[in-house]
Nanobody
Framework: QVQLVESGGGLVQAGGSLRLSCAVSGRTRRSYAMGWFRQAPGKEREFVAAIRWSGGSTYYADSVKGRFTISSDNAKNTLYLQMSSLKPEDTAVYYC????????????????????WGQGTQVTVSS
């Protein structure tokens, strides 16, 4: 069974940076893609970024484009989300997720594309 464990969240001032990690274990083969989502209090979980393993294409929500970078270290089975120029509106619980179905790029913008989820890590950005 695939397990995803996020870490790296915390409290940061506006304009600061954080790097989230997602450690993956239990895979017997590679998934098609992985993504990051976030959920703020009272809001629905929303797409942040995704990476497709075939070709290495990356995708970002407009709200984080140019500020966040998704990457991976395959040797460590770890997914990362480097977040810079953080804003108070970035405050949320951040989740990583694994997708086992092959979609076109924009297919990974939706929660339904993902099969396994981590427990989340809290990111709080103070103004």
């Amino acid at each position: 069974q695939v397990q995803l464990v996020e870490s790296g969240g915390g409290l940061v001032q506006a304009g600061g940076s954080l790097r989230l990690s997602c450690a993956v274990s239990g895979r017997t083969r590679r998934s098609y893609a992985m993504g990051w989502f976030r959920q703020a209090p009272g809001k629905e979980r929303e797409f942040v970024a995704a990476i497709r393993w075939s070709g290495g294409s990356t995708y970002y929500a407009d709200s984080v484009k140019g500020r966040f970078t998704i990457s991976s270290d395959n040797a460590k089975n770890t997914l990362y989300l480097q977040m810079s120029s953080l804003k108070p509106e970035d405050t949320a619980v951040y989740y990583c997720a694994d997708a086992w179905t092959n979609y076109s790029g924009r297919g990974y913008y939706t929660r339904d594309a993902y099969d396994s989820w981590g427990q989340g890590t809290q990111v709080t950005v103070s103004s």
